[in-house]
């Protein structure tokens, strides 16, 4: 019979810790069973997490082949049950939807809520412009108050979360948050995704993250014959330029960036 090292034993009881803390990972609801809900849905389910959907239709043949499509135990229920259900709730909802499906989930006190939507309408001359003098974001926060609420990945499109290797190195996502917790949670979530997180301040930063987010609207609207990918990458040339010579005359806030980078030291200058 074969014998085990303190060694295999250590490893095997590691393995099975490991295996028991995936096993033990965080439910995500998914308000929105569309375009960004299913992607999301799939993308969480394929990593260890339990995806539970809240749909208004759970019982459409549409909704049922989305969790067909989505596999890994992956289910759906109402919104507000998906929310009472979920440790970290997405938010792929349009606007003006948003406002009554934000309102109307129940209890979100202490839950991370992820807001990826843009409240974009579009202007009397034909172009994007906001709905709103704050936020999606901010607003979602506003109608609940106890909720840890994070804007990120809104910033690309559905199919960077089905495919995030399909541009030439990982794409930056920013978030911003009032919760450093929260904001660090979704980081790692963002990281494990393929994704590269990037802090970007408090939760009324997210009035930055809605506009970037308009960008890949404009050719859209304009009814170009192709369509854009916008993304936002990091470039290591800047500090191989400026070394420690910061010529961008900024005040010291000290720790603005409140998380570290996840993303691997950047490639030595030529
Ligand atoms: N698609 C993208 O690539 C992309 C990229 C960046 C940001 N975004 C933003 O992400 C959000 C979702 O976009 P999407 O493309 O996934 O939209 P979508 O395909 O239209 O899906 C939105 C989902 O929201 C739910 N919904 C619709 N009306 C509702 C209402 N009155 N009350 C409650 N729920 C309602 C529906 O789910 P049920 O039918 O299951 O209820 C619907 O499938 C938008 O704010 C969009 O601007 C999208």
Not at 97 to 111: C, H, R, V, W
Not at 167 to 183: E, H, L, N, Q, Y
Request: hydrophobic share 40%; with cysteine.
């Amino acid at each position: 019979m074969k014998r085990f090292s303190a060694k295999v034993l250590c490893a095997t009881i590691i393995f099975c810790a490991a295996a028991n803390a995936v096993a033990e990972r965080e439910t995500i609801a998914i308000i929105g069973t569309g375009d960004m809900g299913d992607s999301f849905g799939q993308r969480f389910a394929a990593l260890g997490y339990t995806v539970v959907y809240g749909s208004r239709t759970p019982d459409s043949d549409r909704v049922k082949a989305v969790v067909a499509l989505t596999g890994h135990g992956a289910t759906v229920t109402t919104q507000k049950e998906a929310a009472r259900r979920g440790d970290i709730i997405f938010l792929p909802i349009g606007w003006p939807a948003m406002e009554t499906a934000a309102q109307s989930l129940g209890n979100l006190d202490g839950k991370i809520v992820v807001d990826p939507s843009m409240p974009w309408t579009q202007g009397d001359d034909g172009y994007p412009e906001s709905m709103l003098e704050t936020s999606s974001a901010e607003m979602i926060q506003q109608w609940n108050p106890g909720a840890k609420v994070v804007k990120a990945l809104g910033t690309m499109s559905s199919l960077l979360i089905d495919h995030p290797d399909t541009v030439d190195g990982p794409v930056t996502i920013p978030i911003a948050s009032d919760d450093r917790a929260a904001k660090e949670r979704i980081a790692q979530l963002i990281d494990e995704m393929g994704l590269d997180p990037v802090d970007f301040g408090p939760l009324r930063m997210a009035r930055t993250i809605e506009v970037l987010q308009m960008i890949y609207l404009i050719p859209l609207m304009q009814r170009r014959s192709t369509e854009w990918e916008f993304v936002f990458r990091r470039n290591a040339d800047w500090a191989c330029k400026w070394g420690d010579d910061w010529s961008v005359d900024v005040f010291d806030a000290d720790d603005l960036a409140q998380m570290p980078d996840k993303q691997k030291p950047p490639i030595p200058c030529q």
